[in-house]
């Protein structure tokens, strides 16, 4: 017999379990300080969609976000993202960027894990940065799964 009046009280939102919209919840805007891997903006805080991006391969079915920054002289930006387990991530560009400006990095920024928009295969569930180094303003869209 199923218990339906059992509440679980031990699930943690973001360990044990995500939920994702399909409305478009708009860019997330970068906020300095963000010029470090230790100042990196979170963006596992940030409202993951569903939502149709014409811009975003498999934007119905990969959860998606976009970020919007701008750089100035020798400013570098940097982004988390956290996998909860082996997947994929996949960098598109908005606009403003060129594949160079664009590396995915282990947690502790000692090592490269990819570069530039074509990013293959399958990663360990962990904690990446995403570095960007444009020219101006720029938009990055970002799929994980």
């Known amino acids: 017999m199923i218990n339906l009046t059992k509440v679980e009280t031990d699930l943690v939102y973001g360990v044990d379990y995500v939920a994702y919209s399909n409305l478009d919840t708009g860019a997330v805007a970068e906020v300095e300080s963000n010029n470090t891997s230790a ?21 119905a079915t990969r959860p998606h976000l ?7 002289g020798t400013d570098t930006d940097y982004f988390k993202i956290t996998l909860l387990e082996p997947g994929q ?10 594949a160079g400006d664009v590396v995915v990095r282990n947690a502790a920024d000692t090592a490269t894990v990819a570069s530039g928009f074509a990013i293959s295969g399958v990663l360990a569930a962990g904690t990446y940065l995403v ?4 020219t101006g303003n720029y938009t990055l869209h970002i799929s994980a799964d």
């Open 39 to 59: 100042s990196a903006n979170d963006l596992g805080t940030k409202d993951w969609n569903l939502a149709p991006n014409g811009s975003i391969p498999s934007a």
């Open 66 to 72: 976009t970020v919007t920054g701008s750089k100035s």
């Open 89 to 98: 991530i996949q960098l598109t560009n908005g606009s403003g960027l060129v």
């Open 131 to 134: 570095k960007v180094t444009p």
